[in-house]
């Protein structure tokens, strides 16, 4: 059984992400494609037999653009949102600037949380206990599966594969739009 990882495609710009509602660019768009046709042509390699998605509006664009060439479903987790950015979530940029200076993910304190958001310390335990659930769920049924999720969900996943201490001012790897992180269980 092996686990795809990708992160969703390039999205709307000029706006806090997070728990935002925008959806994909027409970059992000394209990139969707590319994934799904890619995956399509390698449907024997990969053979990807479930596909889950966060239910943020950009990553279950994603995943549907690979769903229905593969002619799959898509399941929905939750539990898989970026951090919640809470009052910033979706906020133009030069808004949040103004409102919010210097209010970063990086420059938060593992237990300062955003305004009615989310800690680092709240976003890895969310993530962490996720992960361990989604593994006992899947592995029960041996199937490939690709997850399609977010960038700060990849960080904390690839934190906890490498046995090293979570933080949100330190990468795990790098997490391009729609490339594939391969997990062998």
Known sequence: MTVFLARH??????????????GLDEIGIQQATALAEYLVANQSVYNIQKIYSSDLTRATQTAKAVADRLGLPVIEKSGYREVNNGDLAGMANDEADRLYPNLYW?????????????????????????????????????????????????????????????SNRKSFGSVSCCDLIKIEM
């Open 106 to 166: 990086k420059g938060l304190g593992w237990e300062e949380k955003y305004p009615n958001g989310e800690s680092p310390k709240d976003f890895y335990g969310r993530i962490s206990a996720e992960w361990k659930s989604f593994l006992s769920e899947i592995r029960s049924e041996d199937k490939n599966v690709l997850l399609i999720t977010h960038g700060g969900v990849i960080q904390v996943i690839l934190s906890i594969l490498k046995g090293e201490r979570y």
């Open 9 to 22: 495609g390039n999205e709307l710009g000029g706006f806090r992400g997070g728990w935002s509602s925008h």
